[in-house]
């Protein structure tokens, strides 16, 4: 059973990674490079997965099986957070489109136990 926090960063995970895949509906990585909006929507929910898996700590990601490049999920939060001006839009979408629908059904079936 996991403590109310930690129900509530997988949460946070789930949620996001919705609304990333609701936002990404209809594009391509051509048309998701030109739309600034479209682009910092997604950022922003990628910044709230990283710091919530972030915050739930390796401990309580592994408990859940959640498979985190822990090393990877920090450089990108510390970029979102940081050095936003050298995020690369091409590598934001593929993280978007490849790596967040795993995490998000590992945090949904994390929720179901």
């Known amino acids: 059973m996991y403590s109310d926090r930690t ?4 949460q946070d995970v789930v949620d ?19 739309d600034r909006m479209c682009a910092d929507a997604v950022e922003r929910c990628l910044q709230r997965i990283t710091e919530a898996v972030i915050q739930l ?3 309580q990601t592994a408990e ?3 498979d985190v490049p822990w090393n ?7 970029r979102l957070r940081h050095e ?7 590598v934001i979408f593929d993280i978007a489109t490849n790596d967040v629908p795993p995490l998000r059904t590992a ?3 994390a929720l179901e136990r």
């Open 7 to 10: 129900r509530a960063r997988l």
């Open 16 to 34: 996001n990674a919705d609304w990333i895949a609701e936002y990404l509906i209809g594009f391509d990585i051509a048309r998701f490079r030109q």
């Open 57 to 59: 700590g390796e401990e």
């Open 64 to 66: 859940a099986r959640l």
């Open 72 to 78: 990877e999920l920090r450089s990108l939060g510390n």
């Open 84 to 90: 936003y001006r050298r995020v690369d839009r091409r």
């Open 107 to 109: 945090a949904a079936q």
